[in-house]
């Protein structure tokens, strides 16, 4: 998969992603990274990219014209218009399905915004998603995009050293993840639940899948809603709310 970003910080986006699971990605052709420097087509010797707002206030706006040429030059090289992603706070909020779903694409454009934002015309031109990360203002798109970038490269196939990783994570079906434990069996007077070191495979996914019910019901309520539950779980979460975890 490949992520081109649109940025006025192309050193900031490499370095945060150039390095961990996401930067070993890179290395063995997984995933690959261009970081696309808006300055470079600002059309002036001064790298100038932004402009006071019409009709007055406060900060700067930036420019249509060097964000569409940075894009214009991604989709010359691909040959094809690819999906956008602007991140902004006013955007849908990024979450795993979000990321599933973007996982899909070949190639991912994320423009990063910052000052008071970009100049209404050329979002409206080459924007296809208004993404945020949560309900709070940043300085600029980058965070957010290596945010997106992380999220999204866990799921490309190969990048996990276990692929079965992402698939029971924190959001798998809408619910958090279990409690994880590893040596030593007692730390501090802590032991490890005994289940855990039965070898009783069926036992440990039952209590697992009980736990991150638990976990879910405790932590992220809201998250019930749409989870997918067998029937074994609904009677699983009865039980917990009779019990009263909260």
Known sequence: MNFHVLTLFPEMIEQGIGNSITGRAIDRGLISL???????????????????????????VMQPAPV???????????????RVVYLTPQGKVFNQSMAEEFSKETDL????????????????????????IGDYVLTGGELPAMVMIDAI???????????????????HE?????????????????????????GNHPKVDAWRRE????????????LLEHAEL???????????KKQGKV
Do not use: W
Not at 68 to 82: A, D, H, I, T
Not at 177 to 196: C, D, S
């Open 34 to 60: 261009n970081a696309v420097n808006i300055r470079d087509f600002s059309g002036n010797r001064y790298g100038q990219v932004d402009d006071y707002p019409y009709g007055g206030g406060a900060g700067m």
């Open 68 to 82: 569409y040429r940075s894009y214009e030059s991604v989709v010359k090289n691909l040959g094809y218009s690819p």
């Open 109 to 132: 454009v994320f423009l990063c915004g910052h000052y008071e934002g970009v100049d209404e015309r050329v979002l409206d031109m080459i924007v296809t998603d208004h993404v945020s």
């Open 153 to 171: 490269s866990r799921l490309v196939p190969g990048v996990l050293n276990n692929d079965s990783s992402a698939e029971f994570e924190s959001f």
């Open 174 to 198: 809408n619910l958090l993840e279990y409690p994880q434990y590893t040596r030593p069996a007692e730390f501090m007077g802590k032991k490890v639940p005994k289940i855990l070191l039965s």
């Open 211 to 222: 736990q991150s019910l638990i976990r879910t019901f405790e932590r992220r309520p809201d």
């Open 230 to 240: 067998n029937e074994s779980d609904r009677q699983s979460l009865d039980k917990i």
